[in-house]
């Protein structure tokens, strides 16, 4: 029952900025981790930002450091990822996505999370 709606995406040209969101229901939304991930065409899903339950810990792939925020918004249920820098190779679609249960402080990988969105295609021309 928990579900995980993306919005945001789009096509920019290098060098701008999107803000993604991620509104979640269904669950305990301030007792979640949650996470970004990406997939590019021929490619496997891999870890792009992910955020602690308690929001005091952010952590980003080495790919995005410095030009993507993880950010979340319990008032609203919603979790943010705001994109700078923007680069071709950041073309993918991003879901969002939570752990398999509340309170998880494990790593951030696929296999960890349960519950996905439908994702939301970014677009990066060069």
């Known amino acids: 029952q928990v579900q995980l709606i993306e919005s945001g995406g789009g096509l920019v040209q290098a060098g701008g900025s999107l803000r993604l969101s991620c509104v979640a229901s269904?669950?305990?939304?301030?007792?979640?981790?949650l996470a970004w991930f990406r997939q590019a065409p021929g490619k496997e899903r891999e870890f792009v930002a992910g955020i602690s339950w308690t929001g005091s810990s952010t952590y980003n792939a080495d790919s995005v450091k410095g030009r993507f925020t993880i950010s979340r918004d319990n008032a609203k249920n919603t979790v943010y990822l705001q994109m700078n820098s923007l680069k071709p190779e950041d073309t993918a679609v991003y879901y969002c996505a939570v752990p398999w249960r509340s309170g998880y402080t494990g790593t951030y990988y696929a296999k960890n999370f349960s519950s996905w969105g439908q994702g939301t295609q970014v677009t990066v021309s060069s």
């Open positions: 269904g669950l305990t939304f301030s007792s979640y981790a």
